[in-house]
């Protein structure tokens, strides 16, 4: 972690000192670098806490009792520095468009001359700086362990992500506006996350989670200002997360952000937001947990069954996939939710899984494009597997794999927090997870049908022929998306390896 | 030799020549069809040395086999068979060669638009995964098997698929079978969690369920299966399915993949929920009940040949379902036995079907009428097809229609009675279809087109020929396969659900 907070001020000075045209040759391995380095440590340490078995019992409390090493947070933090390779791979693609997917400058007016110079001139570097923020903010995110850190790493994650979503190449007024709508509704959502901190502080005195736990038993204070504050949390991690209601900011910033940043927000957010989110059900208010659980329980319901109910209208993929990605929010809430080491441990599979054929997903559909950018409208779509049978392919394999058929890691995923969920005595929301993945499974379906059954029109676009980078991260999303499917194994071993949380 | 692995072989076998045909270039179409040929054959030959290596008067369960897969959930690459899932799994054995030669024409019309190495690679992989599906003695892996076949068989419908409707066809096929598929995973996870955390058939076998818990489980596991089977009402994705799909994947699709569903619901439902089992039993007697009258009567008036035939199946899959749900002995063998007939006679009345209707270049019937005049061998054999259909004595399908009637007969005789009925509707469909077809006046329409005037070919002949033969030789001996299916019928039903037969006649009277 502190390996990319080092790494993500010297990508600055880097910005800073570094002729422009040797940025991006400095940038991309630094950055890479950078998260293998950090990678290796997270491996250094698991295997430091681990006992003979393999299991992480153990673990710190470091930086004064703010920052918890457990098993959990190794896991997500690994989870989240592979994602991020990835992630980064994808936005290092320079091959589909000169100078990549980014413009140097967010603000300038969408369509003015300032404009459309920079859309001509080279590839914008600041996006490595921005990205190795964002992702040593998920990671401080994921291993939080007060409220107070979690506010500061939510903000260090968030704020670089609002700018990545502005910086498209193509569509600058799509990108920005989706970048204000993110922005804007964000701050409101860590306001309400900071207001619920302080709640919290009224009701126990403390702010780290060990003093909560212990304060929902043995504090005086009335429960008012616990039950407020714990939905005024909820309320902050439920819009990173997109949970139904706060979830309408997902579609424009997923079809507005440039491609590969949606990647990373669909991939990396998600696993930190989730981090963060079981980390405090788990760890502070586990004993409060027939306080939320109906109302967190309703809400998941919601989720899945909207997200999986407007994905079925969606023209445009990214925004399908956006509503297909609320609809995973409800089944990785349903697992949250199970409240048992099970729910924890799928969850956290759930996210990996999904994570990985997410941005093989998008990874796709920056290749798919025409003299005009990406063709991301859906009847667009129609003849792929004509013209260009891999990648449709590829795509169809990724789309089976996000309506759970067996034999993919979406599979594997959803019957683990599914049975965590039956195993918790939450069998009512499995059914609704049940009923909306009925759904869900129409939308992917049609995608499928469109690339295979449908005649090439005149505008079917031609496939990019990818570049390194998007090649091998697009093989390895795939690649997983089968392992995790047939021989998931290892992978959920680790998961269930991962203990628990230290409180 | 009773090591060997015969059925991870039996399932790997035919996955493996997929995988190899599926990275064969198009232009390869014709290596392709010799390939396939042969690799089916050879699974064949394996699936022979299965039915030898098989003891009838054995074990229940015999040829055991397990390997681990994720030993976090307890599950197992495990395989078993019965004396039901050694006929479903023969009769894969002798289907699937055939099909491929049935699809020699079919697929060179295609060649160019579609790709035939990857047609034959779908068949192939259809085959390892409906053969996993009835060996396997793993639930999850079971249910790994039901849900991954629906992926080839929708490729094939909709990709190779003859009339526009195709795409339809296919999405509703996909729909209607992962909707059920994901009850039975609500279902599934059910077991799991009150079952105590193991997947193994046998062991679950032993467990108690409370009511509640068994009924819901239950309910999951047989809407999957009656919507596999298909039953009344879960029936409509059939006759699209089967009007669409190429004629060799059709009869593919309904002489075996459709089984799934009611040897799912003897597997699964009877032998694991046999309480619910016995408590939903009325119900499923009166939708299968439904299904004969209601199916029977709506072949009669169709005009689409291949959607004629997907109806008579329902009305016959009723014909199963209440020899299942009778629970005695005699019903169940005769169902088993049906399941096995059905599959022969119905997959040459589609093979048949497709030859006629790749000649006329149209499945309406309207297009045929005195046809006979022009192929009269073709027609004898589509005669006879018919015959087999409305199970006429001499061919087997009679054989397990009579046990599924005298059984059900000595419990419910209403229902037998009823059912009857059906037997008179099938003659009726079968034979007005017969003749509106081939016999009357010549229509001058046929002689147009030059195909309809050259008769039953050789290749065509081999593949029919097989099953007539097994049609008829089953029908005046069946005595190898009823000896193979009456012990694994007679344990689930007195073991697993307590169920004995009711002495002839006298219970009756207290009904």
């Known amino acids: ?503 | 030799m009773s090591n060997f692995p015969y059925l991870s072989l039996l399932v790997g076998l035919p996955l493996v020549g997929s995988a190899v045909l599926a990275f064969l270039p198009r232009s390869q179409g014709a290596l392709a069809k010799k390939l396939a040929l042969v690799w089916t054959l050879v699974t064949l030959g394996l699936t022979v040395a299965l039915w030898v290596a098989f003891k009838a008067n054995g074990a229940r369960f015999q040829l055991k086999e397990s390997y681990a897969w994720i030993p976090q959930w307890d599950v197992h690459f495990s395989f078993f068979v019965d004396g039901i899932a050694l006929v479903m799994i023969a009769l894969i054995g002798v289907l699937v060669p055939l099909v491929v030669v049935a699809s020699w024409k079919t697929v060179e019309k295609l060649d160019g638009k579609r790709s035939v190495p990857a047609y034959f690679a779908l068949l192939l992989a259809l085959q390892g995964l409906m053969t996993g599906a009835f060996a396997s003695s793993d639930v999850l892996l079971f249910y790994v098997f039901f849900e991954a076949m629906l992926v080839p068989m929708y490729f094939l419908i909709g990709s190779y698929g003859e009339t526009p409707r195709r795409q339809y066809a296919a999405v509703k096929f996909f729909l209607y079978s992962l909707v059920g598929g994901l009850f039975m995973l609500a279902a599934v996870i059910g077991l799991w969690v009150y079952g105590g955390h193991t997947f193994n058939w046998e062991t679950l076998q032993q467990a108690d369920f409370n009511t509640m818990a068994e009924r819901w489980m239950f309910l999951g596991f047989f809407i999957a299966f009656a919507i596999k089977a298909p039953f009344f009402p879960f029936h409509t994705w059939l006759p699209d399915a089967g009007g669409a799909a190429p004629a060799p994947a059709a009869a593919l699709l309904v002489a075996v993949m459709d089984k799934v569903g009611t040897f799912g619901i003897l597997r699964y439902c009877l032998s694991l929920f046999p309480n619910a089992s016995k408590y939903f039993a009325p119900l499923a007697i009166a939708l299968s009940l439904v299904g004969i009258i209601y199916a029977a009567l709506l072949a009669v008036g169709q005009d689409n040949l291949k959607r004629l035939v997907a109806y008579t199946s329902v009305a016959h899959f009723g014909f199963i379902g209440i020899g299942i749900f009778a629970f005695t002995t005699q019903s169940g063998t005769g169902a088993v036995l049906y399941m096995l007939n059905h599959g022969l006679a119905t997959g040459l009345l589609f093979l048949v079907v497709g030859f006629l209707v790749a000649r006329r270049g149209s499945a309406s019937i309207k297009d045929f009428g005195g046809a006979g005049k022009l192929v009269p061998i073709l027609a004898g054999v589509f005669f006879l097809a018919g015959l087999a259909s409305l199970a006429l004595p001499g061919t087997s399908p009679f054989v397990s229609e009579f046990l599924v009637l005298i059984g059900v007969f000595s419990v419910y005789k209403t229902v037998a009675v009823i059912a009857t009925l059906g037997i008179v509707l099938a003659a009726g469909y079968v034979l007005w279809m017969y003749q509106r077809t081939m016999q009357g006046t010549l229509n001058p329409a046929l002689k147009e087109v030059p195909a309809m005037n050259k008769d039953i070919k050789v290749r065509e002949l081999v593949v029919v020929a097989p099953l007539i033969a097994l049609i008829l030789l089953l029908g005046f001996y069946p005595k190898p396969v009823i000896d193979v299916i009456n012990p694994a019928v007679k344990a689930t039903l007195i073991q697993d659900l307590g169920k004995s037969d009711p002495a002839p006649i006298s219970t009756e009277a207290k009904k």
């Open chain 1, 1 to 503: 972690m502190l390996v990319l907070f080092g790494a993500a001020c010297a990508s600055i000075l880097v910005e800073a000192a570094v002729p422009r045209d040797w940025r991006f040759r400095v940038q991309v391995p630094l950055t890479l670098i950078s998260l293998i380095v950090a990678g290796g440590f997270l491996v250094k340490l698991a295997t430091k806490y681990a006992d003979d078995d393999g299991v992480i019992q153990q673990g710190t409390l470091t930086a004064g009792k703010a920052v918890a090493i457990d098993g959990p947070a190794l896991f997500l933090q690994g989870a989240l520095v592979v994602l991020g390779i990835i992630a980064v791979l994808l936005i290092s693609e320079r091959r589909l468009e000169t100078g990549g997917a980014f413009v140097a400058q967010a603000a300038v007016t969408a369509g003015s001359q300032a404009d459309r110079r920079q859309a001509k001139t080279g590839g914008a570097t600041e996006v490595y700086a921005m990205v190795l923020f964002a992702l040593a903010g998920m990671l401080l995110f994921c291993a939080a362990n007060d409220l107070l850190t979690m506010f500061v790493a939510l903000e260090v994650f968030s704020l670089p992500l609002y700018l990545l979503c502005a910086l498209a190449r193509r569509r600058r007024l799509l990108s920005q506006e989706a970048s204000l709508k993110y922005f804007l509704l964000g701050a409101f959502a860590s306001a309400f996350f900071l207001y619920g901190v302080a709640m919290i502080y009224g009701f126990a005195g403390r702010i780290d989670f060990a003093s909560i736990h212990q304060a929902v038993v043995t504090s005086e204070r009335s429960k008012t200002l616990l039950v407020i504050g714990l939905a005024m949390l909820a309320i902050g991690l439920l819009f990173k997360i997109a949970a139904v209601p706060f979830h309408v900011w997902t579609p424009d910033v997923y079809q507005g952000a440039p491609t590969p940043v949606t990647a990373f927000m669909a991939a990396c957010t998600k696993v930190a937001a989730f981090g963060g989110l079981i980390r405090v059900l788990y760890v502070a208010f586990e004993r409060s947990s027939w306080d939320f659980r109906p109302v967190l329980g309703a809400v998941a319901a919601l989720t899945m069954i909207i997200g999986a109910v407007l994905a079925v209208t969606q023209t445009d993929i990214k925004r399908l996939l956006a509503y297909s990605s609320i609809a995973n929010a409800g089944y990785l809430l349903t697992g949250a939710l199970a409240m048992n080491s099970d729910g924890l441990r799928y969850t956290m599979f759930y996210l990996v899984a999904y994570g990985f054929t997410v941005l093989a997903a998008f990874g796709i559909i920056t290749l798919v494009r025409d003299a005009d950018g990406e063709a991301t409208h859906l009847s667009r779509w129609a003849g792929l597997g004509r013209r260009s049978p891999l990648v449709a392919a590829v795509f169809t394999f990724l789309m089976l794999a996000f309506a759970g058929i067996p034999l993919t890691s979406g599979f594997t995923a959803k019957f683990g927090v599914f049975a965590a969920a039956v195993g918790g005595n939450m069998t009512w929301l499995v059914i609704v997870g049940v009923v909306s993945s009925m759904i869900l499974a129409f939308p992917y379906l049609r995608v499928v049908v469109l690339m295979w059954l449908s005649e090439a029109g005149e505008d079917t676009p031609t496939v990019s022929i990818p570049g390194m980078f998007t090649s091998i991260a697009v093989a390895f999303g795939v690649i997983l998306t089968l392992v995790l499917g047939v021989v998931p194994q290892a992978a959920l071993q680790l998961a269930i390896n991962a203990g628990t949380f230290l409180r």
